[in-house]
């Protein structure tokens, strides 16, 4: 059975650091991978979806890195700005069928 | 397109009643997928559908939760006898399996965030 974990649970950062949080999960036989992020009392606002194929995608101040032999995938938040603080969540679906299994988040604060 | 559309937003009701949660899809998004999220237990998928048909309920709790899709523009989430711990937000979320930049990526709704007292 497919588990997800994120490190760390929650981080805090001064204005205009770079950053990166971590996503693993146990069973490398993965579809793709997605990130979100989480506002307070809001929906999942997708950010970026990774291909298997795909090694990393960008968007934006944000880029994400996929290595499924490792079962690992680093989301990296450059220049951080206030408006950044949310939790995030990644999500791995598995290559049989369309279960999405997340990650717990990480919560983030980007102080000004 | 407007996006996800659930409703309602928030739903407060006594231990015991009827509740029902509505979704409507991205205009054509081919699957469905409700999900439910709390403190505890984080976000964990409940059912999802495939044009329209159940696929995968395997998340549903127990008997007292259905969920339909009667159309491609419409499904509901049910709980009957509604029961405290079902309290938690209740997402509905929506892809399209059509190749192209968003193939298989998942647009979540607001959320319906459910009471029981």
């Known amino acids: 059975k497919q588990e997800v974990t994120q490190i760390p649970a929650a981080l805090s950062v001064p204005e205009g650091e770079n950053l990166v949080l971590n996503c693993s999960f146990t069973?490398?036989?993965?579809?793709?991978l997605q990130w979100f992020r989480q506002d307070p009392g809001k929906g999942l606002t997708s950010l970026l979806l990774?291909?298997?194929?795909?090694r990393e995608q960008t968007s934006g101040r944000l880029n994400a890195s996929l290595d499924k032999s490792s079962g690992r995938s680093t989301l990296y938040i450059a220049a951080s700005q206030p408006g950044d603080s949310a939790t995030y969540l990644c999500?791995?679906?598995?290559?049989?069928?369309?279960?999405?299994?997340f990650g717990p988040g990480t919560r983030l604060s980007v102080l000004p | 397109d407007a996006g996800v559309i659930q409703s309602p937003r928030h739903e407060v009701t006594e231990m015991g009643q009827e509740v029902t949660l509505r979704c409507k899809p991205i205009?054509?998004?081919?699957?469905l997928f409700w999900y439910r999220q709390t403190m505890m237990r984080g976000l964990e998928l409940l059912i999802y559908?495939?044009?329209?048909?159940?696929?995968?309920d395997s998340g549903m709790p127990e008997d007292r939760f259905s969920a339909k899709m009667p159309n491609a523009s419409f499904s509901t989430l049910k709980i009957q006898p509604s029961e405290p711990r079902d309290s938690a937000v209740y997402f509905c979320?929506?892809?399209?399996?059509?190749?192209?930049?968003?193939?298989?990526?998942?647009?979540f709704g607001p959320g319906t965030r459910l009471t029981v007292l």
């Open positions: 979320a929506s892809s399209s399996a059509r190749v192209g930049r968003h193939y298989n990526e998942q647009f």
């Open positions: 069973d490398s036989a993965i579809y793709n």
């Open positions: 990774i291909q298997s194929s795909q």
């Open positions: 999500a791995v679906r598995d290559n049989y069928g369309q279960n999405f299994v």
């Open positions: 205009s054509g998004h081919d699957y």
């Open positions: 559908f495939n044009n329209n048909v159940p696929i995968d």
